[in-house]
T-cell receptor, first 113, second 115 residues
């Protein structure tokens, strides 16, 4: 597609439920990133995928968070047993190489009640 | 780890005023530097970037930024703002040595331009 797309755009869930967020990167981009943006704060790195290499999961805040990527296409970020502190905008970005410009999607706004 | 500081949380100014947003980073090695902008209701998009060469870089919409290595700074400037520049501005840094790919972002500066 023309840009990075994410779905859903908004998600409201109850504490304790699992949620799955989806990211479609720009076609041909080998690098994919997930970030989290809490209200009033900058973006916080979560996880990075590059081609077929093992992902860098060092930014995931707890073992309730996991992410997968199928080849060089779609990625899903899963949050299990959601907590209120998980409420944030989750942004996905992709780039053609690891140090090039990152193109961001519109984000998924997650609200945990 | 890299940390990025943006000096102003919220800036309010009138049209035609000049704008300067401060950004400082902590890492002393070779870095790639970015300014991203998020207009209301839109995606984050790149304003400008510095990888190497002339430390004064020009971006879209009349913005420019100057990399001063000795000050670990990458301040964003625009000589005359417009109402349409109302947005949130993020400075971001990536360590340019091989293998690093994590963008470190500042907390952002909200710019409100009054008509």
């Amino acid at each position: 597609g023309a840009g990075v797309s994410q779905s859903p755009s908004n998600k409201v869930t109850e504490k304790g439920k699992d949620v799955e967020l989806r990211c479609d990167p720009i076609s041909g981009h080998t690098a994919l990133y997930w970030y989290r943006q809490r209200l009033g704060q900058g973006l916080e790195f979560l996880i990075y995928f590059q081609g077929n290499s093992a992902p860098d999961k060092s930014g995931l805040p707890s073992d309730r968070f996991s992410a997968e990527r199928t080849g060089e296409s779609v990625s899903t970020l899963t949050i299990q047993r959601t907590q209120q502190e998980d409420s944030a905008v989750y942004l996905c970005a992709s780039s053609g190489t690891s140090d090039a410009e990152q193109f961001f999607g519109p984000g998924t706004r997650l609200t945990v009640l | 780890a890299q940390s990025v500081s943006q000096h102003n949380h919220h800036v309010i100014l009138s049209e035609a005023a000049s704008l300067e947003l401060g950004c400082n980073y902590s890492y002393g090695g070779t870095v790639n530097l970015f300014w991203y902008v998020q207009y209301p209701g839109q995606h984050l998009q790149l304003l400008l970037k510095y990888f190497s060469g002339d430390p004064l870089v020009k971006g879209i919409k009349g913005f420019e930024a100057e990399f001063i290595k000795s000050k670990f700074s990458f301040n964003l400037r625009k000589p005359s703002v417009q109402w349409s520049d109302t947005a949130e501005y993020f400075c971001a840094v990536i360590n340019a040595w091989g293998g690093d790919y994590k963008l470190s972002f500042g907390a952002g500066t909200t710019v409100t331009v009054r008509a």
